[in-house]
Structure formats: structure tokens, C-alpha cells
């Protein structure tokens, strides 16, 4: 049996090699596939600053952890959220020539690295306590995965226990890695505990280490891909990670169900909630650094059939920068908006499902007003965005502080613009309307599938409707659309009934619709996930309470006789808005028709 070294080095928390760009001093017997044969790039450190990864400060911070307290660069810049997993190991594979392994070309079967594990004759313990396994292909080479294929004894090991196969090193992801161990382990150990139940098991599960990476690895990947929220949702025999990106859900992982407690024990206790507590629903926040950026993740359990769905909503703390003419308004409705987003007085309403930009919409209309003559003041639940030189107030309806209470103290604030998160209730709009017969603007969101619905749900509220023609001056129903990826959408024209309600489109709004058609499709790259978009664009529906509008609403006309009436004034509806996005290349006729639905595409 081939002896391991006596003398066990710490196991290294994540591959990494040091700062010096020699990383393994070469031997002159020193095999042809060893890592020493590869050309060595720039250090690590260096690679990343260059790729923008991290800035001289996060750098200056791991290496002054590095001297204190030793460990890997790769590892720490990890652990202070500098960078992503993901991103390390790209800056690896440049620098020592390896490629990254992915989880659909290892083998599944954990018998597969056993039975190499077995002929190795080296103790299967060994084998988990350095982080490694090894798998023999049909052509008899030796593939090896390790946390740290660098280290120098592991390779004499593997070496002395293979010495008339060729060995292929990869790198690897910690968390695909700590789920083949896991099966592995239980493979060769038997090992089965049960800790369905065990409450100090638990929360032991929740701080070992490959826990605390795939916990920290996922955040961080769903920051890198720009994911608005994690879901982590178990199944019968398995547990599913989901990111919402661009508001669809993709899949990114797929583990044994055997992992998923240690997995929502680590993120509830980092979310400060009862481990113990699997019966109720419950709602954290965590405060955390992810991949160089500062964010608020807000967490929500919920019991299910097969184990809490666990849904954690990522919301970055820097302040964004909002513009109405970078959100996708066409022309037109930004010269209408934001006119009459200056007015002295009146309500401005955005409707739409959640998840359809409203918020960013109002925050990007205060940055447009905010001209530091006036006192701005936002009341929401929660506070998402921070926005200098305006004052934001947080509900906390668990202890009555809602938000009519809230406004009602705003209102002694002597504002002259004031935000309200959304009006969910009469006591809210009755004070909002006050509010802004009383020489405030006030900007808020609705719930309503369109715009013209939002004066049926004012007055359904209990409002009167003298009281809804008389204050609001605007409302604008918005939904979210994908745009299409620049590096891979190519050129398709849409069917017929597409193109003649363009064509008509045109002929009604000509500024808006100028040069010729751009259409496009999507197709699919790596840069987009292969989803053939990236990012998001609003669409738009824009009612203006005339004279003559306010007046059907003061008699609460029936919806057709309003749309017919505000149609004579230049509305179109989301679908034609969305249209007019398709004619300029931003998005695709799929996409139109999934968020809007397929009703309306061959109206005239």
C-alpha cells in the first residue's frame, strides 16, 4: 500500500496558487504531466486586477490577511467578497494551463471514483481528507480533481499510487467537488446519519466549510449573472438552485436532497432565523459583500411538501444610477412623463404586476425632479435604492408604522414631492389624494394590469370619483422586456400580421418610428447563457387625464368608451409600445407576446 506523508498539511480551503509566479519549482525527473510542464502566466493577484476583477484595495487587504494568518489568496479573496469562484478559476486556468471541470462531464456514479479510489491502495480516508478523487477512463488515463492539485505531496502520492498511468489534473468548483466527496464518503464509509430532526447537527452541518463555500459560491454567482433571486427549492429526492435573471428562472444546480438541510440551516442562521423552526413561514435579511459588491439579500422560507422553499431576493447596496432615458421610454412618453413630473401638485400613478420595474421607474423620475429646491420625501417597503439628497422612511407594519401612519408624519415634514412605495389600502389614498389637492406632488404604484384600470381600482378602493378626476394627472402601466443579446441576435423577419400592425403603427406615430425596420431574433451564446438575451427594457402605456378624460372618469364611463377616448389623443397599449421595440432591434416579437400575451397581435 502506498504510504501517504506523515506530516497532514491543512487542507487548503480553495485552490490557489502563492503570489510568486513560480508555483512548483520544476525537478529535473519531474514527470511530463505534472503540473510543472505548463507554462506559468502572471500571479493570480495580477491576472485578476488586470481582468478588473478587484481593485488595489481588495488585493492590499487579502495579502495583509495572507501574512497575518496565512491560507490562499484565491481563498480569501473569496472570503471578503472580492471576487467570485467562478472568476478565480478562470484567472487558474490562464495561469497554469488546466481546464475547468464541469459538473456534465464528471462522472455521476460515485462508485466510478471508488473503484480507482480501491486500485489506488492508498486509505480511502486519505483520499477525503485531502479533498481528492480520481477516476480512471476508458483509454486508462487517471483524471484527478482536488481543492488543491498544486501541492506539491499530493502529486508525489498520486504519482507513486499510479506510476505507469498518465494523470490529468482539473480544476474544479468547490461546491461540485464537496458534492461528489459527500457521495463518495457515503459510498465508501456507509456513512448515513440521519439528521432529520437533530437541531446541533444542524447548525454543525451549517459551519463546515463546504457548506459555508456552496452557500457563498451561489450568492456570488447569482451576483456575477446580474440574478435579481436565488431559488432554493426541494424536491423528493433532490434540491434545485434557481436565479432569476431578467425575470425568467434558469436552473444552475441540481443536488441530492441528503444536502439540503445543512444547506437552509447555513442560510437561516446567516439570516439570523430559528433553525429549529421548519413549520412557520419566516422572513430574514442578510448584510453581506459578494463579488466586490455591498448587498441586502432578503430572505423568505416557506414550509412546502418536500422542505422549506427558500427564496432570497439580492438588492445591491451602491447607489444605482437611474435615468428615464435609459429605462426604454419611447420619445414621446418621455416628453409627456417627464413634463408633467415637474408639475407643482397632482398624483402620478405606475402600475403593473410586481416584478415590473415600477420602483426602478419612480426612483429614476426623483432622480429627474431632484434639482435641490425641493424636499423629497419617500415613504416604501422596504427601501431598496438609496438616493442622495432625498429622505426615505421604512414601514414596519409589525409594529403599526405603516404606510398611512407614515404619511401622515411626512405630511408635518413640509415636502414638496412625496413617494408612497405603492397604495394598497383607502386610509393610503385618501391621504395621498390630501396630499396632493394640498400643493404636493406625489408619485406612487398601483396594482393593475393596465393603466386605464387604475380608476376602477381607486374608486373600488372607496375613493369618490370626483376625488380621483380631480388629482391624478397621469397614469403609466409598464411591464419588463428582454433584450436581446448584441453578440449573437441576428436578423429574421417577424410574420405578416407582425409587420402590417407595425406599418400601421407608423403611419400614427412617425417620430417615434423612423428609418427602416430592424428586426431580430434570438439565438444563444455564452455571453448570454445561451438564452439569446441579456438585460431588460420597459414598455410603456401612457394616460394623460384631459379635460375630457377626467370627465368620463368623473362618470365612470365603461372601459371601452375611455380607451376609445384617449386612443383620439395618442395612447397605445402595451403590446404596440412593446411593437415599436421590435421595429428597433431592441427585443423580439417572442418576447412582446410573452410578457403582454398573445391577445391583441392581430387587432387592428
Same mark, same amino acid.
Given at each position: 500500500?502506498?504510504?501517504p506523508?506523515?506530516?497532514r ?24 504531466n505534472?503540473? @510543472?510542464?505548463?507554462d ?17 484595495n481588495?488585493?492590499? #487587504?487579502? !495579502? ?13 479573496l ?39 479510489? #480501491? ?5 480511502s480516508?486519505w ?20 481543492r488543491?492539485?498544486v #501541492? ?48 446541533a ?8 466549510a ?15 449573472? @446580474?440574478?435579481?433571486d436565488?431559488?432554493v ?10 436565479y ?39 422572513d ?11 448587498l441586502?439579500?432578503r ?7 418536500w ?8 438588492l ?7 435615468? /428615464?432615458?435609459?429605462?426604454? !421610454?419611447?420619445?414621446d412618453?418621455l416628453?409627456t ?21 415600477k420602483?426602478?421607474t419612480?426612483?429614476?423620475? /426623483?432622480?429627474?425632479i431632484k434639482?435641490g ?17 432625498v ?20 405630511l408635518?415634514q413640509d415636502p ?9 389600502d383607502?386610509?393610503?389614498?385618501q ?12 408619485f ?10 387604475a380608476?376602477?381600482?381607486l374608486i373600488?378602493?372607496? /375613493? ?26 441576428s436578423?429574421?423577419?417577424?410574420? /405578416?400580421?407582425?409587420?402590417? #400592425? ?11 418610428l ?7 431574433? @434570438? ?15 420597459g ?9 375630457d ?10 372601459l371601452?368608451e ?18 415599436i ?5 431592441d ?9 403582454t ?8
Amino acid at each position: 500500500m502506498v504510504q501517504p506523508p506523515s506530516s497532514r498539511e491543512p487542507l487548503a480551503s480553495f485552490l490557489e496558487p502563492v503570489l510568486d509566479a513560480t508555483i512548483i519549482s520544476p525537478e529535473p525527473n519531474t514527470p511530463p504531466n505534472g503540473l @510543472a510542464a505548463f507554462d506559468v502566466q502572471p500571479p493570480l493577484g495580477q491576472i485578476l486586477l488586470q481582468r478588473g476583477l478587484i481593485n488595489d484595495n481588495d488585493l492590499a #487587504k487579502a !495579502m495583509s490577511f495572507q501574512a497575518s494568518f496565512g491560507g490562499l489568496l484565491g481563498a480569501i479573496l473569496i472570503r471578503i467578497g472580492a471576487v467570485s469562484e467562478d472568476a478565480v478559476l478562470d484567472a487558474l486556468s490562464l495561469q497554469l494551463g488546466l481546464e475547468v471541470m464541469s459538473n456534465q462531464r464528471m462522472p455521476q456514479d460515485p462508485t466510478i471514483y471508488a473503484q480507482t479510489i #480501491k486500485t489506488s491502495g492508498i486509505d480511502s480516508e486519505w483520499w477525503i481528507d485531502q479533498a481528492t478523487l480520481a477516476w480512471t477512463d476508458d483509454a486508462g488515463l487517471v483524471h484527478c480533481i482536488s481543492r488543491d492539485p498544486v #501541492k506539491p505531496s499530493l502529486q508525489e502520492v498520486l504519482l507513486a499510487a499510479f506510476p505507469d498511468k498518465d494523470i490529468h489534473w482539473w480544476l474544479i468548483r468547490n461546491r461540485e467537488l464537496d458534492l461528489m466527496i459527500d457521495l463518495v464518503r457515503r459510498a465508501l464509509l456507509s456513512d448515513g446519519r440521519d439528521i432529520e430532526g437533530d437541531v446541533a447537527l444542524l447548525r454543525e452541518l451549517a459551519e463546515e466549510a463546504p457548506v459555508v463555500e456552496l452557500v457563498s459560491n451561489v450568492m456570488a454567482q447569482a451576483v456575477n449573472e @446580474a440574478a435579481s433571486d436565488i431559488h432554493v427549492e426541494p424536491l423528493e429526492h433532490e434540491f434545485e438552485i434557481r436565479y432569476r435573471i431578467d425575470g425568467v428562472l434558469q436552473s444552475r444546480v441540481t443536488l441530492p436532497r441528503s444536502r439540503f438541510d445543512a444547506v437552509a440551516s447555513r442560510i437561516k442562521l446567516i439570516s439570523g432565523l430559528d433553525i429549529a423552526e421548519r413549520r412557520l413561514p419566516q422572513d430574514g435579511r442578510i448584510s453581506i459583500r459578494m463579488s466586490g459588491k455591498d448587498l441586502d439579500i432578503r430572505v423568505s422560507c416557506l414550509p412546502g411538501v418536500w422542505g422549506e422553499s427558500i427564496v432570497m431576493r439580492l438588492l445591491l447596496k451602491e447607489h444605482k444610477e437611474f435615468s /428615464l432615458s435609459k429605462i426604454g !421610454m419611447a420619445k414621446d412618453h418621455l416628453e409627456t412623463f417627464g413634463k408633467l413630473a415637474r408639475e407643482p401638485h397632482g398624483i402620478i400613478l405606475v402600475t403593473g404586476p410586481t416584478g415590473s420595474g415600477k420602483s426602478t421607474t419612480l426612483k429614476a423620475t /426623483l432622480e429627474f425632479i431632484k434639482d435641490g429646491k425641493r424636499k423629497i420625501i419617500t415613504v416604501e417597503d422596504p427601501v431598496e435604492y438609496n438616493i442622495p439628497g432625498v429622505t426615505q422612511v421604512q414601514t414596519k407594519a409589525d409594529i403599526g408604522y405603516t404606510f398611512a401612519r407614515a404619511l401622515r408624519s411626512i405630511l408635518r415634514q413640509d415636502p414638496d414631492v412625496i413617494m408612497i412605495g405603492e397604495i394598497r389600502d383607502l386610509e393610503t389614498a385618501q391621504i395621498a389624494v390630501q396630499a396632493s389637492l394640498t400643493g404636493h406632488m406625489v408619485f406612487s404604484t398601483l396594482h393593475t394590469n393596465d393603466s386605464l384600470s387604475a380608476f376602477t381600482r381607486l374608486i373600488d378602493m372607496g /375613493l369618490e370619483p370626483f376625488l380621483v378626476a380631480s388629482s391624478v394627472r397621469e397614469v403609466m402601466a409598464q411591464r419588463l422586456v428582454r433584450r436581446l443579446c448584441p453578440h449573437c441576435r441576428s436578423p429574421q423577419q417577424p410574420p /405578416l400580421a407582425i409587420r402590417e #400592425k407595425c406599418e400601421k403603427l407608423r403611419e400614427r406615430f412617425p417620430d417615434v418610428l423612423t428609418g427602416e425596420p430592424r428586426w431580430h431574433e @434570438a439565438r444563444g451564446c455564452a455571453r448570454c447563457q445561451n438564452t439569446g438575451y441579456r438585460g431588460r427594457l420597459g414598455i410603456y402605456e401612457v394616460t394623460v387625464l384631459t379635460d375630457d378624460v377626467a370627465e368620463m372618469v368623473l362618470h365612470q364611463r365603461p372601459l371601452n368608451e375611455l380607451q376609445a377616448a384617449v386612443r383620439k389623443q395618442g395612447f397605445r397599449d402595451l403590446m404596440e409600445d412593446g411593437l415599436i421595440k421590435v421595429w428597433q432591434g431592441d427585443t423580439s416579437v417572442e418576447e412582446v407576446i410573452r410578457v403582454t400575451g398573445q391577445a391583441g397581435v392581430d387587432d387592428d
